[in-house]
């Protein structure tokens, strides 16, 4: 029968393999699979219509706690293009490369974008940059995929905090063992990101390599300490703008200096600290927890409006757009971006955590493992890290990939005696990497330098920074096999 339960993830992966499916396709035809066999694996009582209504109720909340970071995300982005339009496209003549440049767009600054507004606007931000420092397109969409390093922790953790509900566990939980997975991790990318600068022709001489590992170090280190003892969703923002400010003293290599530069600036640093606050200051985080929040069930977290993420991306924005002055027709042109850009990735994202919410409660996913352990031993902890790479390598999205596999994975983390909290976070480190080789971040980047139809060329150049990653999540799977 575990062939059986598996067959959903299956037709979800053979569909979006195929690149004739579209992703809301795939999921609703998962969902639907998912649907159809849940009756099978159930074991407890009461009749299916009502177990399938309570999941939906759940599995609906859940997916909501991220679609309120998205369409946040999507106005935050929009009201920032207009108020700011040259950090979008810095323009001017191209530029000698500056290899320090290079390092701190790719390890900072795209990572910082990433994590404020998530869906690839970190790559979008960083593209312009890198072609201006004279990177053909080509090269600048391989380097621009650095952007999506700390995905974990993209659009405010949003993938994240799906990952932990599933997993049952706190949001903190599933940050700091993340965090300490993305250590290791950085310093592989590191030795791919040398590698494809000496290729460019910018090979770094000693002294920059341990300035490169200095840097790193600070960031792995930062990440781990803002996981600790803030908050999850501030994890890359808080670490990458803390980095870039120092970077920025020291180097003064960042568009540095113009008034305009800081006027573009000014909504991500006001964004940054109104996370900073909430999440520091205990009166004030208790009151804004208190204030409003409900759940449908016990078996789901609640939402709290006023200290959602959400919430504070909404005032930041709003209070963006107020000093702007925005019309009317610049909010009407606003809100059908985002309906243009937001609906998709919206109904994705309630179709994967509903499909992962049926998938974990009626036992489906525990079968699975049970089967795969069965035949394999311990082992099989590791084909996790493939599993969760393959999700966000085929999905380009660290939510969609946390849905359909988080369940998958606590389950053998519960069968194979393994701590879940490394299950997990193994499971949302590698889901979330991943996504920087999707086919929609590949697309992507080739649309925003006029490369349509080099999508490959660029895919083959980008594997050896998946090649690290992919080593190193392996790595980890052995150690846990091994402890």
Not at 245 to 259: E, K
Not at 324 to 348: D, H, K, N, Q, Y
Request: a neutral charge; proline letters at 4%.
């Amino acid at each position: 029968m575990a062939g059986l339960y598996a067959l959903p993830i299956l037709a979800v992966v053979a569909a979006l393999a195929s690149g004739r499916v579209g992703l809301q396709t795939a999921a609703g035809a998962g969902l639907a699979l998912t649907v159809a066999l849940a009756p099978l694996a159930r074991t407890g009582d009461g009749d299916f219509a009502g177990f399938l209504v309570e999941q939906a109720v759940n599995g609906a909340w859940l997916a909501w706690h991220a679609i309120a970071v998205i369409l946040a995300g999507l106005l935050f982005h929009n009201v920032a293009k207009r108020t700011a339009p040259d950090l979008f496209d810095p323009g001017g003549v191209r530029a000698q490369l500056n290899y320090r440049q290079l390092f701190a767009v790719c390890f900072l600054l795209g990572p910082f974008f990433e994590a404020a507004t998530g869906f690839g606007v970190g790559l979008i931000i960083v593209i312009p940059f890198l072609l201006r420092m004279g990177l053909d397109g080509v090269t600048a969409v391989v380097f621009g995929l650095y952007s999506q390093i700390l995905v974990p922790w993209g659009a405010m953790a949003v993938g994240s905090t799906v990952g932990a509900g599933l997993a049952g566990l706190g949001t903190q939980e599933i940050g700091l063992y993340s965090a300490y997975l993305t250590a290791p991790l950085l310093l592989a990318y590191l030795a791919v990101f040398w590698w494809l600068a000496g290729r460019a022709g910018h090979a770094p001489g000693l002294a920059q390599r341990i300035d490169d590992v200095v840097w790193l170090a600070a960031l792995a280190g930062a990440i781990v300490l803002v996981n600790r003892y803030v908050a999850l969703e501030a994890g890359a923002l808080l670490s990458c703008g803390a980095l870039l400010a120092v970077r920025h003293l020291r180097d003064q290599g960042l568009r540095a200096g113009s008034s305009d530069s800081m006027r573009a600036a000014l909504p991500y640093a006001a964004l940054t600290l109104a996370v900073l606050l909430t999440r520091t200051i205990g009166p004030l985080e208790t009151a804004l927890k208190g204030l409003g929040n409900y759940a449908p069930t016990a078996d789901v977290p609640p939402f709290e409006p006023f200290y959602h993420v959400s919430f504070l991306i909404l005032l930041v924005a709003c209070a963006n757009a107020a000093a702007a002055r925005f019309s009317a027709m610049e909010w009407a042109t606003i809100a059908r971006a985002i309906w243009t850009s937001g609906r998709a990735p919206v109904l994705a994202t309630l179709i994967f955590v509903l499909m992962g919410q049926i998938t974990a409660a009626s036992g489906m996913a525990a079968e699975i493992m049970r089967a795969l352990i069965g035949a394999v031993g311990a082992g099989a902890v590791l084909a996790s890290p493939v599993i969760a790479a393959l999700m966000g390598l085929l999905t380009g999205s660290n939510v969609a990939a946390n849905a359909i596999a988080m369940p998958v994975q606590t389950s053998l983390a519960a069968q194979a005696g393994l701590p879940i909290t490394w299950v997990a976070g193994l499971q949302n480190v590698a889901g979330s990497n991943f996504t920087l080789i999707s086919p929609i971040r590949i697309a992507m980047g080739a649309a925003l330098v006029g490369e349509g139809g080099r999508e490959g060329e660029i895919f083959r150049r980008a594997m050896p920074i998946a090649g690290a990653a992919l080593a190193v999540f392996l790595l980890a799977a052995l150690a846990l096999l091994l402890a």
